[in-house]
């Protein structure tokens, strides 16, 4: 009894913590955050993957807090120099079921927790080695800063991981839906697994990534008919960013804790400006409570 309420506990302080920061600042530009959603919550298809690997055979609970040094959409900043903490509590059943709540705290913006998401997803082996898999997902969006363009996301993805090498690839679609508008997002990931380090204490791997982001993208130009000035629209679907992550994690009992450098190498889409690769850092620490 008592290491179940302690892992309560441990749990509800991470919640606790993401949820104390609470001040004024600027409202965001809707454009470049809309499109980019899953960049900005709790990364579900990370730590699906780790579980795979990991925790595959249980039914747990999950939660993670993290800090981010600097605010990127899609490799893009906003002018506004400040630091993101995304969290969030998922619980996970063997079947492969999984329901999760995220959001992100912003330094700078009004309000500061700024968006959150609830996700139902369902993830399943299909081959006789469990190294094939797809991912389906489904998300619910709460806008607090009512600068939001979009209310729903579904996800579908796949992925291969090698039981023996630890090697990863992971592609997945996104469909983004609002009341008067729509996009959709391609992303795919390559990473590597080394396990340095597993005792009976302690587990310590190091998991570099290669990112790509593809998404659609509204552009608006102006142009001159007969004197008169035309506002046009042209739709395109474009490489938008690609990121390097060199991330370090420990797993000690029921926690983990990581850091990580990632860097940006946004592309420049249509009309836009060159844009300079950025990095950051990442902290984060997360609790598993086995059911």
């Known amino acids: 009894m008592r290491n179940i309420n302690f892992n309560i506990i441990c749990i509800w302080l991470l919640i606790l913590v993401a949820n104390t920061f609470l001040v004024k600042a600027q409202i965001p530009s809707d454009s470049i955050i809309d499109k980019n959603l899953?960049?900005?919550?709790?990364?579900?298809?990370?730590?699906?993957?780790?579980?795979?690997?990991?925790?595959?055979?249980?039914?747990?609970?999950?939660?993670?807090?993290?800090?981010?040094?600097?605010?990127?959409?899609?490799?893009?900043?906003?002018?506004?120099?400040?630091?993101?903490?995304?969290?969030?509590?998922?619980?996970?059943?063997?079947?492969g079921l999984s329901i999760s709540y995220s959001g992100v705290y912003y330094q700078e913006f009004e309000p500061n927790w700024n968006l959150s998401a609830g996700s139902i997803a369902y993830q399943k082996t299909i081959d006789k080695n469990e190294s094939v898999y797809i991912d389906l997902s489904l998300?619910?969006?709460?806008?607090?800063?009512?600068?939001?363009?979009?209310?729903?996301?579904?996800?579908?993805?796949?992925?291969?991981?090698?039981?023996?090498?630890?090697?990863?690839?992971?592609i997945t679609n996104d469909l983004l839906v609002g009341k008067e508008d729509s996009s959709y997002q391609l992303t795919g990931k390559l990473y590597k697994i080394f396990t340095l380090k597993n005792t009976s204490t302690y587990r310590l791997y190091f998991k570099p990534q290669l990112k790509f982001i593809f998404s659609k993208q509204n552009f608006v130009y102006e142009s001159i008919i007969d004197d008169t000035?035309?506002?046009?629209?042209?739709?395109?679907?474009?490489?938008?960013?690609?990121?390097?992550?060199?991330?370090?994690k420990m797993y000690i009992n029921n926690f983990d804790i990581g850091v990580c450098y990632i860097h940006n190498f946004p592309h420049a889409v249509y009309n836009e400006p060159a844009i300079n690769s950025?990095?950051?850092?990442?902290?984060?620490i997360g609790y598993l409570l086995n059911l």
């Open 38 to 95: 899953d960049e900005l919550f709790f990364n579900d298809s990370d730590w699906r993957e780790e579980i795979l690997l990991l925790y595959k055979k249980d039914n747990f609970i999950y939660t993670s807090l993290a800090w981010n040094s600097e605010t990127y959409f899609s490799g893009r900043d906003l002018g506004i120099e400040q630091y993101n903490m995304p969290a969030g509590i998922a619980y996970y059943h063997k079947s």
């Open 139 to 170: 998300s619910q969006f709460f806008d607090h800063s009512g600068n939001s363009l979009y209310s729903n996301s579904f996800g579908l993805g796949g992925g291969y991981l090698s039981p023996k090498h630890k090697i990863g690839l992971y």
């Open 229 to 248: 000035i035309v506002l046009n629209e042209v739709e395109i679907f474009d490489l938008l960013n690609t990121q390097v992550e060199i991330p370090l």
């Open 278 to 284: 950025k990095g950051l850092i990442n902290l984060s």
